[in-house]
């Protein structure tokens, strides 16, 4: 599609499933403050580059951003309660993002195969799910806040550029493969109380105990 740019009709309340999907020129595009919900696939493969979802959207839809390569800075709603699956799988632009603290879970593969460098989880979420960032070769700097109770299996798989992680005491069980294949991680802090399923971390992994 040659659409570069776009603005929205102010009355639109729902923006429909794959509305701008492969739209490789669109590089921006301003959402109405009555937008509540934008559907799956929206943006999918579009050529985006920087986008702000208004604190009106409560809902976004899977795979809305999904390979959205060339997606730099988004600003997420403070209404949403998840990041949803594939949401950003593939932005590999995208170095950083400011996850709001009304977020409770992190869906499966959210932001995997992204370019994520640095990424805070914030105390509201309770569950990083299936492979969410699995793949993000270039996160550096991964801060869990108190809160988190559950990280699913390959949640964080293959994240090479992982050097240390400390695990807040709030997490109650982390699933197979979390953290394998992070060929960098070296030291790991983590309550006793945490229980493990098989092959969480790479084998030469120091884990150090906080209680």
């Given at each position: 599609s040659?659409?570069?740019?776009?603005?929205?009709?102010?009355?639109?309340?729902?923006?429909?499933?794959?509305?701008f999907?492969?739209?490789?020129?669109?590089?921006?595009?301003?959402?109405?403050?009555?937008?509540?919900?934008?559907?799956?696939?929206?943006?999918?493969?579009?050529?985006?580059?920087?986008?702000?979802?208004?604190?009106?959207?409560?809902e976004?839809?899977?795979?809305?951003?999904h390979?959205?390569?060339?997606?730099?800075?988004?600003?997420?709603?403070?209404?949403?309660?998840?990041?949803?699956?594939?949401?950003?799988?593939?932005?590999?632009?995208?170095?950083?993002?400011?996850?709001?603290e009304?977020v409770?879970?992190?869906?499966?593969a959210?932001?995997?195969?992204?370019g994520?460098?640095?990424?805070?989880?914030?105390?509201?979420?309770?569950?990083?799910?299936?492979?969410?960032?699995?793949?993000?070769?270039?996160?550096?700097?991964l801060?869990?806040?108190?809160?988190v109770?559950?990280?699913?299996?390959?949640?964080?798989?293959?994240?090479?550029?992982?050097?240390?992680?400390?695990i807040p005491?709030?997490?109650?069980?982390?699933g197979?493969?979390?953290?394998?294949?992070?060929?960098?991680l070296?030291?790991?802090?983590?309550?006793?109380?945490?229980?493990?399923?098989?092959?969480?971390?790479?084998?030469?992994?120091?884990?150090?105990?906080?209680?």
């Open positions: 040659a659409l570069v740019s776009a603005a929205l009709p102010k009355t639109i309340a729902e923006i429909p499933r794959a509305m999907a492969s739209c490789t020129a669109l590089k921006s595009i301003e959402i109405p403050g009555g937008v509540t919900k934008i559907g799956d696939r929206v943006f999918e493969e579009s050529g985006l580059e920087t986008i702000v979802i208004p604190g009106s959207v409560r976004l839809g899977s795979w809305t951003f390979s959205c390569t060339a997606l730099a800075a988004v600003s997420l709603s403070g209404a949403m309660t998840e990041i949803p699956g594939y949401l950003f799988q593939k932005c590999t632009a995208l170095k950083s993002i400011e996850i709001p009304s409770v879970r992190i869906d499966f959210a932001f995997g195969g992204s994520l460098e640095a990424i805070v989880i914030p105390g509201s979420v309770r569950e990083i799910r299936f492979a969410a960032f699995e793949n993000c070769s270039a996160l550096a700097s801060t869990l806040l108190p809160g109770v559950e990280i699913k299996s390959l949640a964080f798989k293959n994240c090479t550029a992982l050097r240390a992680v400390d005491e709030s997490v109650e069980k982390i197979k493969e979390a953290f394998l294949g992070c060929t960098g070296r030291e790991v802090m983590l309550s006793q109380k945490t229980a493990l399923e098989s092959g969480v971390f790479p084998p030469d992994t120091e884990i150090k105990y906080s209680d």
